[in-house]
């Protein structure tokens, strides 16, 4: 495994334990999303130079613009339930409460 493969997969493997385990406010479940889509667009695009095809060259720019798109729809979830539960905390949120 060569250095740079390792870093965006150490990269991804740290945004998915830190999804799992630090799950107190919705800002940090965002953030470890977003790293993770970074780390997956990294790889993406460095296995995309190394096959040297034309073919998959759309494809990061792809996963980038759905990962703007997932971002973009995670802030205004965040907006909505900081101003309807006044908090951003995860343990606040109750799906039966009206």
Same mark, same amino acid.
């Given at each position: *495994? $060569?250095? @740079? =493969?390792?870093? #965006?997969?150490?990269?991804? $493997?740290?945004?998915?334990?830190g999804?799992? #385990?630090?799950? @107190? =406010?919705?800002l940090? !479940?965002?953030? %470890?999303?977003?790293? *993770? *889509?970074l780390s997956? #667009?990294?790889?993406l695009?460095?296995? @995309? /130079? ?14 980038? !613009?759905?990962?703007? %798109? ?6 205004a979830?965040?907006? !909505? @339930? !900081?101003?309807?539960?006044?908090s ?6 109750? /799906?039966?409460? %009206?």
């Open positions: *495994m $060569t250095p @740079t =493969h390792f870093a #965006f997969s150490s990269a991804f $493997t740290l945004g998915l334990t999804l799992a #385990f630090h799950r @107190t =406010h919705l940090s !479940a965002l953030l %470890c999303l977003e790293g *993770m *889509m997956l #667009f990294i790889g695009s460095i296995w @995309t /130079l190394q096959l040297g095809s034309t073919s998959f060259s759309a494809a990061p720019m792809l996963l980038l !613009a759905f990962s703007a %798109c997932e971002a973009s729809a995670g802030l979830l965040l907006v !909505a @339930t !900081a101003r309807t539960h006044g951003d905390r995860l343990q606040t949120l109750n /799906l039966l409460q %009206c």
